[in-house]
T-cell receptor, first 115, second 113 residues
């Protein structure tokens, strides 16, 4: 168990509203990731972070922003939600404290519906 | 740039039969390779990984995979499947000099009684 929690676990929101999803880890991992999962598309990387205040874009970053002001928290914000952002969002961390193992550990996911 | 192709989107098999889930990758640099499993309404869990060394790697739940550099493949196998192996399986590749992974589109394994 990599100690990853996501909140909220489920959310329904209206088109045009801002939404923030939170990922929290308890083991001081350097790398954190946000993915979205849609049928037929596998997991697609939205943004990732390699340290406090250090973030980079993934393959589907348009319409999303992230922030990491503390090691343990990585926030994903949908600036103005659209129906195409209806998806399941997963947070992940990489490696273990004190060493690099390269595999990723995933949170339980957030199911977001934009109406 | 790197990419992953999972050659089968769905694989139905009968219980106790062998199974192979196929994964090919493309990368211009050395890679690490992974297989993950996702049960319904859960996040992904690591099944096994190849970082270096022996090309045959063993993972949890009786699964194994073989890294074939010349064919750029990393196929997942199990000699005898159980109903409980029904899940979605993802192959992933990570460059040794990068902090992120690329995932395939997934293969749904359905084990029938």
């Amino acid at each position: 168990d990599a100690g990853i929690t996501q909140s909220p676990r489920h959310k329904v929101t209206e088109t045009g509203t801002p939404v923030t999803l939170r990922c929290h880890q308890t083991e001081n991992h350097r790398y954190m990731y946000w993915y979205r999962q849609d049928p037929g598309h596998g997991l697609r990387l939205i943004h990732y972070s390699y340290g406090v205040k250090d973030t980079d874009k993934g393959e589907v970053s348009d319409g999303y922003s992230v922030s990491r002001s503390k090691t343990e928290d990585f926030l994903l914000t949908l600036e103005s939600a659209t129906s195409s952002q209806t998806s399941v969002y997963f947070c992940a961390i990489r490696g273990t404290s004190g060493g690099e193992t390269y595999e990723q550990y995933f949170g339980p996911g957030t199911r977001l519906t934009v109406t | 740039a790197q990419s992953v192709t999972q050659l089968d989107s769905q694989v139905p098999v009968f219980e106790e039969a062998p199974v192979e889930l196929r994964c090919n990758y493309s990368s211009s640099v050395s890679v690490y390779l992974f297989w993950y499993v996702q049960y319904p309404n859960q996040g992904l869990q690591l099944l096994l990984k190849y970082l270096s060394g022996s090309t045959l790697v063993k993972g949890i739940n009786g699964f194994e995979a073989e890294f074939n550099k010349s064919q750029t493949s990393f196929h997942l196998r199990k000699p005898s499947v159980h109903i409980s192996d029904t899940a979605e399986y993802f192959c992933a590749v990570s460059s040794t000099n990068a902090g992120k992974s690329t995932f395939g589109d997934g293969t749904t394994l359905t084990v029938k009684p």
